[in-house]
């Protein structure tokens, strides 16, 4: 056996517990909002802007899809099966589940300094030169650096950053501004979105942005090395093997 091979593997820390559970509970809460928004996107796939909209006004723009609604005009001579009913049950329990699930890693975050040192911009990252540089290195392949093993680079800051701070909020409110309750108690923060509809297309279009995220990200765990990456988010730890 070689000394090498003898040398025992030296593992970094990379998420803590707490981040992991929150991250694959939110995966799984974000997988059944996009099925469950898909079948409610499906009754009626067209998109107002103010506080109402229905089929004889004309529309932002519209999803050249059937509808799950004969009485939705799509230019198809057939509907979709009608999925409306449970969509909208779950899609309502999964969104609670993702914004209670958000609270504890946002207070966590706040509370533990995770945000402070793992999302926000360090000492030097706060011109284009540092994004710019680990663009290049990723279309070259480069391999990982050797403080990257245990800590986000400029670029996964940047993105990660978005999405806690400005997209999931976004999504959150768009989506309770469709609810009449909510409408009833807040409406200057309905009226501010532009009204009902609008929201709903807002909402439509945040989600959107959170599913290109979603593609990117995976994209990029797969060219940053799945295995390690994975291994990761599920043990907390990288060896030194997979952090390089």
């Known amino acids: 056996m070689s000394a090498t091979a003898s040398l025992p593997q030296i593992k970094t820390r990379r998420h803590t517990g707490l981040v992991r559970i929150t991250h694959w509970l939110t995966f799984v809460c974000f997988v059944a909002l996009l099925v469950t928004g898909a079948e409610i996107v ?16 004309q529309p932002a723009f519209v999803i050249p899809i059937p509808a799950s609604r004969d009485t939705v005009p799509t230019g198809y001579g057939y509907v979709m099966p009608d999925q409306n009913g449970w969509s909208r049950a779950l899609h309502f329990e999964a969104a609670w589940a993702m914004v209670l699930t958000g609270l504890v890693y946002g207070i966590a975050g ?4 995770h945000f402070r040192r793992h999302l926000l911009p360090g000492r030097g990252e706060w011109s284009w ?13 480069a391999p990982l650096a050797a403080d ?26 768009t989506g309770l501004a469709l609810s009449p309750g909510f409408n009833a108690a807040f409406p200057w923060i309905v009226d ?13 279009l945040v989600t959107i942005a959170l599913v290109l995220f979603l593609l990117v990200h995976v994209l990029m765990v797969a060219v940053s090395g799945f295995r390690g990456r994975m291994r990761a988010m599920i043990t907390g730890s990288v060896d030194g093997e997979d952090g390089r």
């Open 42 to 57: 499906i009754s009626h796939p067209r998109f107002y802007w103010g506080e109402t909209g229905n089929v004889n006004m």
């Open 110 to 113: 706040m509370v533990t300094g």
């Open 129 to 141: 030169r540092p994004y710019g540089r680990r663009i290049a290195q990723y279309l070259r392949m």
């Open 148 to 173: 990257e093993a245990g800590a986000y680079n400029v670029l996964q800051k940047a993105a990660y950053a978005g999405v806690v701070f400005v997209l999931f909020p976004a999504v959150i409110v």
């Open 192 to 204: 501010g979105l532009g009204g009902r509809q609008s929201a709903r297309t807002l909402h439509f």
